[in-house]
């Protein structure tokens, strides 16, 4: 599952792209904060340049944009909180939520924690590393474009295989935007940049029965089902 865990089959897939929409619409809006120009914010530019890509119809994203600088009269205040514990079997979980209402939030957490372990600040997080995580693909003609080199010449401190043969950057934190911007200059596609937790020892699901990763996924669908969820990061290898 790597460092974030993403919803699979057909069926979820497609209600996961409304999701999605909805989850980028909040990254704009708390990016836009800073300035409603992507080529004056970067953290804006990541996330603007991510919703084009997975084709967020363009009166979505100006409305989040402009929402989010005070531009439209419409109040805009999201918190951010993440929720450490653990799901089924031990495996080490973190939530990273964006929401409107924390006395909200916090008790569906407790529900949906209940077939796990919810924890305390810090309980879980010692054993991730803060990190950023960059997706790309080779770009089109960009014929054995090599992870590794690219890596290495972009400033990035590793890499992993993603799905459908991408790949997963992994930067310092500080270097996410310098590191996205170089990337193409090596044959890679920038798919989605943010900032994410990277698991330091995730659990090897070979150690877990086929009926435990079922019950793991199925909390993690119970999790990432929420609206106020931004992403889930999971200590489970592969």
Known sequence: MGAQWKAKGKAQAADARGKLFGRLAKDIMVAARSGADPALNARLRLVVEQARKVSMPKDTLERAIKKGAGLSGEAVNFEHVIYEGFAPHQVPVMVECLTDNVKRTAPEMRVLFRKGQLGASGSVSWDFDHVGLIEAEPA?????????????????????????GATVFITDPSDLDLVSRALPAQGFAVVSAKLGYKPRNPVDPASLSAEALEEVETFLAGIDANDDVQNVYVGLAG
């Open 140 to 164: 089109a003609g960009a014929d054995g474009a090599d992870p590794e080199v690219a890596a290495i010449e972009a400033g990035a401190q590793d890499f992993e295989p993603g799905e459908d």
